[in-house]
């Protein structure tokens, strides 16, 4: 019974991390659940023994991801210490920029078709944000409102900045784009210290920081 227990939960895994790569690179209207199933290698009966609709398996990706962008800044912060904003923003605005669209973060992929979904799975959205912001909030200096409003900032520019970077067909621009966004996002740190070159840890984290 612990087997097939176990057998039962990688099939899910398995339809879940094909269904949030499908979902970033096409969208939520991009496929159906058919195309879903495909993709995952199974039947459109077994999607259905693990999920009750596309909706539902569209949810369980959005929760997963923005998780492993929250696990992902814990990661660096414990491994660059008070040196993790400057790697996390060098990171964000270099590989999650470049990287392919169903490998890319959650939070830039997924959040324009969570503003267009029903109130359950922005409410469920929004714990998991909320989540990202105290994560990154932990990290930074000051009073616990300051912390908080620097994070909210510090994510939403690097999230805005991935977004255009990747919507022009431009090279030029988009490292425009970037080299912009990455300049105003480092200008906070230190007081006008001088950024140092981005860290390199080796450590790898899906959706989240270091890769």
């Not at 929760?63 to 210490?81: N, S």
């Not at 169903?102 to 078709?113: G, H, N, R, Y």
């Not at 990154?136 to 520019?157: H, N, Q, S, Y």
């Not at 990747?166 to 105003?184: G, L």
Request: net charge neutral; with cysteine; glycine share 10%.
């Amino acid at each position: 019974m612990a087997h097939r227990a176990g057998q039962k939960e990688q099939g899910r895994a398995k339809i879940l991390h094909s269904a949030a790569r499908g979902f970033r690179s096409r969208g939520f209207g991009g496929l159906g659940v058919d195309g879903l199933a495909k993709d995952a290698a199974v039947t459109s009966g077994a999607f259905y023994a693990h999920f009750k609709s596309k909706a539902d398996a569209f949810r369980e990706v959005v929760i997963a991801g923005l998780d492993d962008l929250k696990r992902g800044i814990e990661q660096t912060r414990e491994q660059l210490g008070n040196r993790w904003r400057e790697g996390f923003i060098h990171f964000y605005m270099g590989d999650r920029r470049t990287c392919d669209l169903a490998d890319s973060c959650a939070l830039q992929s997924l959040s324009a078709e969570v503003a267009r979904a029903d109130d359950e799975l922005k409410q469920a959205y929004e714990v998991e944000l909320q989540a990202i912001i105290d994560a990154m909030a932990a990290g930074l200096e000051g009073k616990p409102k300051a912390r908080r409003e620097e994070a909210i900032a510090l994510l939403a520019l690097l999230v805005g900045g991935v977004t255009l970077a990747r919507a022009v067909q431009d090279p030029a621009t988009s490292n425009d784009i970037a080299a912009a966004v990455r300049k105003a996002a480092l200008a906070g740190l230190a007081h006008g210290k001088q950024p140092s070159p981005p860290a390199r840890t080796g450590h790898s984290v899906h959706d989240g920081v270091a890769e």
